[in-house]
């Protein structure tokens, strides 16, 4: 307080507590961290944007570079998952460079969006929960928002810290970035009032209208992102608070007996049914009034969305039940017959898909399911483990299970096996259709090399909505979308590998 202050607080009476300063240690090389900082944010929002291509890539290798700038390598040493889920998250990101699927670039873009955050909260100093334990998404989320959130003044603090050697260049960036933005903002506004100064400044406004407008907003946004990043990366260095422990939450092991038990005899009473229409054929079908092909293309997908119901209903029986008595061992019985019944729904499930795709094709949604219905295999055989061990964590097995799974069919063209699968059945007759437009426009690139197998007068009605359509040729139409290829390919943040081959004509 200043003296004025202290003559207005009566003597002997009690002085105002002033609140604390938060203080802010150096970061080692805080300056180049900051920039870096500032630099990865100018990239985030000159990179964004559709199409989506080696401009992801870039992004996602630049903050991994920036993050162990600032933790070290040591930090990814605490932890075996941490070196596991940095490669995995480096080959997703390599993806958006090599691949074109529209698809495929949505589901890893939405991946990394959840498992880089989750991977930079791991490199945090300090003890934190198993990765297994499905609680640590919100030990992790906390962390990351109080980096973000509450470390606001790590940047001013980094750029204070030796000012006394280097407040003259600090001075003279700072002068000159809000001198750029001023006459940026206002020239065209002196222009507007003067029509002898817009014609002696047409081309300088011209100039500033296409480059600096846009990269001034895009500046402005890299400075308002920058501190909220410098700070989370500050935080990763500080131990963090550790939450108190939680009282697991359980319940009497006759709650999910029954419901396990009334699933059970569903169940069964609907895999009865299903049996007699796999083994009594056409002819039976027929007494009931459902033709083979009806019942052949119906059900798969339920059957695949009843399948994730009776897992997650058997973890929730696993999970919260106690763990004693008479109840405990039925429920256990019951969540294997369960088990069993679901992999039985399954099988049943991907028979009737192939008949299905025997008789119209391969496509990517059911190339998809195929693989939705594998790795529920899987997860249902992670839990038969769970009941026999009832110790062990699920998550634990299912986590890799599903990040190997998912990595494993973006390395599978699965585009180029269903382009193929649908020419062979169009050239050799068994199918009268085929859907030019589905193969060359809602898939990746690699289905043109087998869309060139067809004859390139062959007419094509091609659908641009519900109101409209147009005629076209098989080779024009190849042809555009080789000319699509070109132009994601002219910018850097959307090249790709299979744009690239396209574009060449490979």
Known sequence: MDNMEKALVPEGAAQPAQTPRKIYDTLPHGRLLLAGALGLCLLLVNAAGW????????????????????????????????????????????????TSNPWFQVWNFLA???????????????????????????????????????????????????????????????????????????????????????????????????????????????????????????????????????????????????????????????????????FGGPEYLAQRGVSYAEWARSGFFQMVGVTILNLAALMAALTLSRQEGRAWRVLRGLAAALTGESLILLASAAWRMTLYVSAYGLSFKRCMTYWGMVMMALFLLAA?????????????????????GWLVINCIPVDYLVAKDQVDRYLSRKSPILSVHYLAYSLSYETLSQLERLDPSLSLAICEGDWWSRQDTAGALVEKRRAAARAECADWRSWNLSACLAAAGD
């Not at 992801?56 to 162990?68: D, E």
């Not at 040591?74 to 390599?94: C, G, H, Q």
């Open 51 to 98: 199409p989506w291509g080696m401009g992801n890539t870039v992004t996602v290798f630049a903050w991994y570079a920036l993050l162990l700038a600032a933790v070290g390598r040591e930090a990814l040493a605490r932890r075996r998952e941490s070196r596991v889920l940095l490669v995995y998250n480096l080959l997703l990101a390599a993806s958006f460079a090599l």
């Open 112 to 278: 990394l969006v959840l498992l880089v955050p989750l991977h930079t909260a791991s490199l945090s100093a300090g003890e934190l929960l198993p990765w297994w334990r499905p609680a640590m998404a919100e030990e992790r989320l906390g962390l990351l928002c109080r980096g973000a959130f509450c470390h606001l003044g790590a940047a001013p603090a980094a750029l204070s810290a030796g000012r006394e050697r280097k407040s003259v260049s600090l001075t003279v960036v700072l002068g000159a970035a809000a001198a750029l933005g001023l006459v940026s903002a206002l020239l065209p506004v002196l222009a507007s009032a003067d029509a002898l100064f817009a014609a002696a400044t047409r081309d300088l406004t011209e100039f500033i209208r296409l480059h600096l407008a846009r990269g001034l907003w895009k500046l402005l946004w890299a400075l308002a992102l920058t501190p909220f990043l410098f700070g989370l990366l500050y935080s990763l260095r500080r131990e963090p608070a550790k939450a108190g422990s939680r009282t697991a939450c359980t319940v009497d092991s006759v709650l999910f007996a029954i419901v396990l038990g009334a699933l059970d005899a569903l169940y069964l009473l609907f895999l009865a049914v299903q049996s007699a229409g796999l």
């Open 384 to 404: 038969l483990e769970k009941i026999r061990k009832p110790e062990r964590s699920f998550c634990r097995r299912a986590v890799p299970l599903a990040l190997a």
